[in-house]
């Protein structure tokens, strides 16, 4: 048994060498690995330490003295700062590039395409999932081993701050701000504690001397990013790598110029909204020295997840699944990007956007009068939000994803175009098999 403080991360840090693989879910207990009991509001992992030294954990860290019974249990002042602490002191024993990347829409589908690229020359960790808070960063950076040459972190934030201390975390040498706009107003309170909150990531990098890869066709991103080490991508001078939109019917294709020569790319993403994304990837990968060939391959081979901007042709309908995650902003571009599609019957299946606060109702009123223009539209709104605001007889509205499968095998769509589109909460992945 043993007592580590808050100053004692570097004794922490002898027995993760000797035991490299870190889990904060007694669930998923992998062969001599650590456990690090964390707790929330709703649960405390103390309860699980004995559990996961049963299921085979070498070693558990707890913070509850009451629960030290076991020889393998070691206390620590809290369970949650000694894993951040660790986490930074190995992302310390590296010094190989680690790449931040946040924004309000995008930034796990970047991640990914980056991490594509990269790994066609690098070997990289990146961020599983979208496991980017102020647990997922740290479990992200104790992944990194002496074979790591790259590693790609998201950075998530619903609060002020959040970014600023994921940095002093993750220390990263390079950082990429996707976009800004309107989510988790709830906790922000004003896009602009968004927009300050985000900034951290480049306030950090350029204090260090790093490098920012800047979205040069976003003005609010250049004005932010001020001077420093810029490396600037998009579709007008003055981008270094520059690219141009050919189609996004419905997949997105488009061509990037390097050294006076066009590359095009036929990509499996959907929506032109995702060009951003694909071009920052393009960014990094030239900038690394990657073969723009290889870049092109890895893109290409890219297929979307997780209810991410996925395509299913059923027997009946395309439908376009993009339930991961909705807020005004990405509603606003998914809805804009849909309706430029040609082509006649369309369907839209929108879900609330959740942790709005007092801005739900207004939100959700904003995207029912971007609807409105649409006449031919056919608009089904699933949740209490949308219940409450819509005011259109013609929108059918569904307290809960439930209750609209239900009346979808009743009533069943023919011979659609369909985004579905809705925050996680609202599920509306379930809805698939009834279209």
């Known amino acids: 048994m043993g007592f580590f403080s808050e100053m004692d991360t570097q004794e922490l840090y002898k027995l993760f060498l000797q035991h490299p693989v870190v889990s904060t879910d007694s669930r998923i207990i992998t062969s001599e690995c650590m456990f690090f009991a964390l707790h929330g509001e709703n649960f405390d992992g103390n309860l699980f330490a004995e559990e996961a030294l049963q299921k085979g954990a070498s070693l558990a860290i707890i913070d509850n003295p009451a629960l030290l019974t076991n020889e393998r249990c070691l206390l620590v002042k809290d369970t949650l700062e000694s894993l951040q602490q660790l986490a930074s002191f190995h992302r310390m024993q590296f010094s190989f590039p680690v790449l931040g990347i946040t924004g309000t829409n995008g930034k796990t589908t970047t991640k990914e395409l980056i991490s594509t690229v990269l790994q066609t020359t690098f070997n990289t960790v990146s961020t599983a999932g979208n496991l980017n ?231 959700h009123r904003e995207v029912i009068n971007l609807l409105s223009a649409y006449p031919r539209l056919d608009v089904y709104l699933v949740g209490p939000v949308f219940s409450v605001v819509n005011n259109r007889q013609n929108y059918t509205t569904f307290k809960d994803t439930a209750s609209l499968r239900e009346y979808l095998y009743q009533f069943p769509l023919n011979s659609r175009t369909i985004l579905v589109k809705g925050s996680r909460g609202i599920r509306l992945e379930k809805i698939i098999d009834a279209l």
């Open 133 to 363: 808070n102020h647990i997922g960063v740290p479990l992200t950076l104790l992944r990194m081993t002496s074979e790591t040459e790259m590693a790609v972190i998201e950075m998530g934030a619903n609060h002020p701050g959040e970014i600023k201390q994921l940095c002093d975390i993750a220390q990263p040498t390079a950082g990429l701000i996707t976009n800004i706009g309107k989510a988790h107003l709830e906790g922000f309170g004003s896009v602009e504690v968004i927009i300050e909150t985000k900034k951290a990531l480049y306030d950090f990098i350029r204090k260090r001397g790093g490098t920012l890869y800047i979205n040069s066709d976003n003005p609010v991103l250049t004005d932010m990013a001020g001077q420093g080490n810029l490396i600037l991508y998009g579709i007008k001078y003055p981008a270094r790598f520059r690219g141009e939109l050919n189609n996004d019917l419905p997949f997105l294709s488009l061509s990037f110029i390097y050294n006076e020569k066009s590359f095009p790319v036929k990509t499996h993403l959907v929506g032109r909204y995702n060009f951003d994304n694909v071009m920052a990837a393009i960014a990094v990968g030239l900038s690394y020295h990657i073969e723009p060939e290889r870049i092109v391959t890895a893109l290409e081979n890219y297929e979307p997840a997780n209810n991410r901007s996925q395509v299913y042709r059923t027997t009946r309908n395309l439908v376009i699944l993009d339930a991961y995650n909705a807020n005004p902003s990405s509603m606003r571009m998914a809805l804009e990007s849909f309706l430029l599609m040609p082509g006649q019957p369309k369907a839209v299946i929108l879900g609330d956007m959740l942790e709005l606060g007092v801005h739900a109702e207004t939100e």
